[in-house]
Every structure is written in C-alpha cells, then in structure tokens.
C-alpha cells in the first residue's frame, strides 16, 4: 500500500519568514496530494491540494509543488504569521475511492 | 454547522465494553469515510462506504470494529470489547461523489478513552 513520509516533525519560524514540509509518497500511481491543517483540539481541514497533472499550485501565502518522477510533494508558507501555528498533515490518495494515507505531521510554530 | 458531525464528542468507556459512535456527513455526500487517529500521528484509514454500500475496509479495521450505514446518510460505528489500545480519536469524513477528485470534510471526531 501506499507510504507518506512528512519531514520535519517540528518547525519553529519567526513571525514574517517562510516555511517548508516536505512529503515523500511511495506508489507512482497516486494521483491526488492534499494538505490539512489541524489546530489542538479541532478537525482537520484542507488548505490546498494539487493533483498528479500539476506541478505547483498557489493560493496566496501557501503554495504546493509536486515532482511526480521523485514522488516528493512540499507546502510553502511565506510571510509567516502566528495563526499560521498548527499541525500540518501532507496527505496522498490512490484511486477512486479517494481514501486518503498521510504523513506523521509537522507541528509549526511561529514565534512572534 | 452544516459540516460532518460527529457524536458523542468524547467517551469514556471500561476495558471490554462495547461503544458505539454515530457520524452525520454532509447533506448529499456519497462517499463517507472512518479514520483513527492517535496522538501526535496523521489520521490511519479505517474503512469507506459509498451510499450504503462498504467498499473498502483496512486491515486496522479488526473483527471488534463493525460500521454500518443502513440508508446511505449517517454511519455507526461499533467497537466491541475495547481495549486499551483502542483509545484515540475517531474522525469521519465525507466527500461527494464526482469525475474529478473532490476534497474530504471532516468532522470534529469522538475522542475515546478505554480504562
């Protein structure tokens, strides 16, 4: 079955700078790569998604890049801001049930 | 909240009773998932169903753990005999069912504790 590997574990950053999680997956044929956002307590919700046909996605201060042929996917925070502390889960998903494998998780601090 | 909702929202049960949880998705999603998640791990797949019908079920998912979704809307899903390990937050989730690939929501989940 499918492998999600998320790095780091934990990130701390100063209010203003940029972060970076990095995600690997292992089976080539997964075609569908979301990011969920979890802060302590509450559900976790989608922030941004790429699919297998695209290789980077942007939605203001988040951006996802995908390189299907190392099956590394990584979300791109800039402009930091404190709001933005939480955990963050990389996600991978094959087939058409849609049924999602995630990474470990990236606890981010943003420090102000 | 129009979202997924989950019920109870927290459990506590004895080690080897049965518990029983209740997921509402969103009003006209097909598809409904179950997921567990332990502390400070993402969410593990647990079991799918589209409308009534459970398609698919992880091998996580032992003889304990039954979910059901008789009318295609709510699901249960039951733990018999729970045992410690067991404990962890039960999410579900829902998506509808389209050609393109289509964002899970996830409820808030039922956090269970087995003592």
């Known amino acids: 079955g499918e492998n999600v590997e998320q790095h780091p574990s934990t990130l701390s950053v100063q209010e203003g700078d940029s972060a970076v999680i990095k995600c690997t997956y292992s089976d080539s044929a997964s075609n569908y790569f979301p990011w969920y956002k979890q802060e302590l307590g509450k559900r976790p919700q989608l922030i941004i998604d790429?699919?297998?046909?695209?290789g980077e996605k942007k939605d203001q201060r988040i951006a996802v890049t995908l390189n299907k042929t190392a099956k590394h996917f990584s979300l791109h925070i800039t402009e930091t801001q404190p709001e933005d502390s939480a955990v963050y889960f990389c996600a991978a998903s094959l087939g058409s049930a849609r049924q999602l494998t995630f990474g470990s998780g990236t606890q981010l601090t943003v420090l102000p | 909240d129009t979202g997924v909702s989950q019920d109870p929202r927290h459990k506590i049960t004895k080690r080897g009773q049965n518990v029983t949880f209740r997921c509402d998705p969103i009003s006209e999603h097909n598809r409904l998932y179950w997921y567990r998640q332990t502390l400070g791990q993402g969410p593990e797949f647990l079991t799918y169903?589209?409308?009534?019908?459970?398609?698919?079920k992880s091998r996580l998912l032992s003889d304990r753990f039954s979910a059901e979704r008789p009318k295609g809307s709510f699901s249960t899903l039951e733990i018999q005999r729970t045992e410690q390990g067991d404990s962890a937050m039960y999410l579900c989730a829902s998506s509808p069912t389209q050609g393109a690939i289509t964002e899970a929501f996830f409820g808030q989940g039922t956090r269970l504790t087995v003592v």
């Open positions: 790429i699919r297998s046909n695209v």
């Open positions: 169903f589209q409308n009534e019908a459970q398609l698919e």
